[in-house]
Structure formats: C-alpha cells, structure tokens
C-alpha cells in the first residue's frame, strides 16, 4: 500500500499571529514527494501564496477575520508522506488536487479585499 500525502499550510495575519493547518491526500499513482514539491511550488506565488477557498481548503482564518490590514492568502509549507488516514473532504488525490491548483494558478489566484469582505457581512 503506497503512503498518503500530508499537505501542510498556514494563515497568517499582518500581525503575523499564525494558524496551522494539514490536509492528507491518497496517492494511488506513487507520484514521488519531491515531484509532487516540485509541481506544487510551480503554481503557487513565489511566497507558496494561494487563495485555499479556489482549491477546496478549509480556510484557517482568526476567528475577528476580516481585519482591514489582514491578508486573505494562505500559504503553503511543505508536504511529507503518512501513514494516516485521508481527510480531505472531497475526497481527492493528490494527483487530483494538484491538477485543481495548476487550473486555478491558470487562471488566476483571487486576493479578496477585507474591506469589501467586512461590508459583505454586515
């Protein structure tokens, strides 16, 4: 049995206050973990910036988001294989989910303005 892939990332706010999240794919094709690296940091922003929303992420924003001065990107950090068991809610390999961000890189990441975001909640 091929080991899973565990996709880490994190939000960050201006103040630079952190969280962490981690979403864990099959890899039924035994795509290696530095090709999978390699096509990874190809779609993301030269800061491993992406918007996870375009790529069916939970989003890991504070619970005051949207501030006016927070950023809306999350931010990939590295990948490693596993033994646990897949949690990714659309059920998706990582195949699959790296094909999703390679479209969404295409056609472009979405910043979102937390201003605009503050009125749209009121």
């Not at 922003?45 to 619970?63: D, I, K, R, T, W």
Request: aromatic residues 14%.
């Amino acid at each position: 049995m091929l080991p899973n892939v565990k996709f880490f990332y994190e939000y960050r706010d201006e103040s630079n206050y952190k969280n962490f999240g981690s979403v864990i794919f099959t890899n039924p094709d035994g795509i290696p973990i530095d090709d999978i690296k390699a096509r990874l940091q190809k779609v993301f922003f030269a800061s491993m910036l992406f918007n996870s929303n375009q790529v069916g992420l939970p989003e890991l924003f504070f619970e005051d988001f949207p501030l006016p001065s927070d950023m809306t990107l999350h931010e990939f950090d590295s990948i490693e294989t596993t033994d646990e068991v897949t949690n990714d809610y659309l059920c998706r390999t990582i195949n699959q989910f790296i094909k999703e961000a390679e479209k969404e890189s295409a056609t472009g990441w979405t910043v979102i303005d937390p201003l605009e975001e503050l009125f749209r909640q009121r």
